[in-house]
């Protein structure tokens, strides 16, 4: 089992950058593919970025490819979500994920453990 820990949400204007931790507890975080979903009021929740256990590959979501980079460091059982050009549709809870067999997948219900969210509020 592991335990994910969000950190680094806040209040940005539109436009600006924003970097989000997630911190999992364990020793075995390598053996976990990694995702970020987001999810604001009155929506479902939605995939945003998800990285493969050793971080070879990386899968985006159409509306975030090209601003968002999502990477990971396994010895500080870390991922990490860089997020720019900020906009003011992209305020929701951002939530860290893993999953111990579908690695790189966009599906929610694909993952295992979740974090408690993040929030993130982009100003206009």
């Known amino acids: 089992q592991v335990q994910l820990v969000e950190s680094g949400g806040g209040l940005v204007q539109a436009g600006g950058s924003l970097r989000l931790s997630c911190a999992a507890s364990?020793?075995?975080?390598?053996?976990?593919?990694m995702g970020w979903f987001r999810q604001a009021p009155g929506k479902e929740r939605e995939f945003v970025a998800a990285?493969?256990?050793?971080?070879?590959?990386?899968n985006y979501a159409d509306s975030v490819q090209g601003r968002f980079t999502i990477s990971r460091v396994n010895a500080k059982n870390t991922v990490f979500l860089q997020m720019n050009s900020l906009k003011p549709e992209e305020t929701a809870v951002y939530y860290c994920?893993?999953?111990?067999?579908?690695?790189?997948?966009?599906?929610?219900?694909?993952?295992?453990?979740w974090g408690q969210g993040t929030q993130v509020t982009v100003s206009s």
């Open positions: 994920a893993a999953t111990v067999f579908y690695s790189g997948s966009y599906r929610p219900n694909d993952y295992n453990y």
């Open positions: 364990g020793r075995t975080f390598s053996s976990y593919g």
């Open positions: 990285i493969t256990r050793s971080g070879g590959t990386t």
